[in-house]
Nanobody, 125 residues
Framework: QLQAFGGGLVQAGDSLRIACVAS????????MGWFRQAPGKEREFVAA????????YYEDSVKGRFTISRDRAKNTMYLQMKSLKPEDTAVYHC????????????????????WGQGTELTVSS
């Protein structure tokens, strides 16, 4: 089970950290990721991290602004977001897959087996 939390209402330029706690099982050989879905849009990839060795992947629009990390002892994944923009407004979902995956697989929602319920971020201008 995955549970995301930490969203909220912020202003453009602010920073926020969201988290995702994995319970019930570990993903030591797999990958966890963040996806977001804005109203009326498809779910899109944001960032991913391989659990064992922390290989990291970002969607181009968040590079330099978002930082993904994980704490293996706490079974928790984080997304530190800075310089937030109104276009970052979305429901952020955490997801996990049992295997690492490479390339396009890591960026594809359908390739993830487990999903959290999402946490909502609203960035006002």
């Amino acid at each position: 089970q995955l549970q995301a939390f930490g969203g909220g209402l912020v202003q453009a330029g602010d920073s926020l950290r969201i988290a995702c706690v994995a319970s019930g099982r570990g993903f030591s050989g797999g990958t966890m990721g963040w996806f977001r879905q804005a109203p009326g849009k498809e779910r899109e990839f944001v960032a991913a991290i391989t659990w064992s060795d922390a290989n990291i992947y970002y969607e181009d629009s968040v590079k330099g602004r978002f930082t993904i990390s994980r704490d293996r002892a706490k079974n928790t994944m984080y997304l530190q977001m800075k310089s937030l923009k109104p276009e970052d407004t979305a429901v952020y979902h955490c997801a996990a897959r049992s295997n690492r995956g490479v390339g396009i697989i890591i960026r594809t929602p359908a390739q993830y087996e487990y999903w959290g319920q999402g946490t909502e971020l609203t960035v006002s201008s």
